[in-house]
């Protein structure tokens, strides 16, 4: 049973448009939550984190929310750039455990 | 400073064959993670070191996966033998000591396919 769900295997978006990725989870234990960045033949990389206190972490053209009531997160990206192409795959643990996470959902930004 | 480094960074091998899969940390950091993604699917967890101990290992699919990790540096995960679902890349990562939300720096990951 996926705890970390990413419905969406894939989006593609504009260049200079919004991009948005969705998350859900279903262990209410969850408390910390993050997003990675990936490309091919790559590993993933850490690119923004919320924990459960808060309902938005903003870094630069990425911003994180997170829906506590509605066990939800979404990754926005503003604005969408060629170079965010990648996999995103959000990721959730609970106190100091290690991390779950989803299937992961490849973005493409085209010129 | 050198990051998660992983090797080899594919492997082909017949069912029934061993293979050992290497990784070595950031220098200094304590904590050493195994995860597996298999096509289209999640990464999962398989386990985590703290130093040379196994923290948890609760995500080892079988005993066909032995890891160690001797002196607390670089880790190894053999499979032996090998089955089809072995398949996948596997990711390493290591993260700095203590109890705290210490970010995990992943490697590039071995390509696995079984034969």
């Known amino acids: 049973d996926q705890q970390v769900k990413q419905n969406s295997p894939s989006l593609s978006v504009q260049e200079g448009r919004i991009s948005i990725l969705n998350c859900d989870y279903t262990n209410s234990m969850f408390d910390y939550f993050l997003w990675y960045k990936k490309y091919p033949a790559e590993g993933p990389t850490f690119l923004i984190s919320i924990s459960s206190i808060k309902d938005k972490n903003e870094d630069g053209r990425f911003t994180v929310f997170l829906n506590k009531s509605a066990k939800h997160l979404s990754l926005h990206i503003v604005p969408s750039q060629p170079g965010d192409s990648a996999v995103y795959f959000c990721?959730?643990?609970?106190?100091?455990?290690?991390?779950?996470f989803g299937k992961g959902t490849m973005l493409l930004v085209s010129p | 400073e050198a990051g998660v480094t992983q090797f080899p960074s594919h492997s082909v091998i017949e069912k029934g064959q061993t293979v050992t899969l290497r990784c070595d940390p950031i220098?200094?950091?304590?904590?050493l993670y195994w995860y597996r993604r298999v096509m289209g699917k999640e990464i999962k967890f398989l386990l985590h070191f703290v130093k040379e101990s196994k923290q948890d290992e609760s995500g080892m699919p079988n005993n066909r996966f032995l890891a160690e990790r001797t002196g607390g540096t670089y880790s190894t995960l053999k499979v032996q033998p090998a089955e089809l679902e072995d398949s996948g890349v596997y990711f390493c990562?290591?993260?700095?000591?203590?109890?705290?939300?210490?970010?995990?720096?992943f490697g590039p990951g071995t390509r696995l396919t079984v034969l």
């Open positions: 990721a959730a643990r609970a106190g100091y455990s290690t991390l779950t």
């Open positions: 220098s200094g950091h304590d904590n």
């Open positions: 990562a290591s993260s700095q000591g203590g109890r705290s939300y210490n970010e995990q720096f």
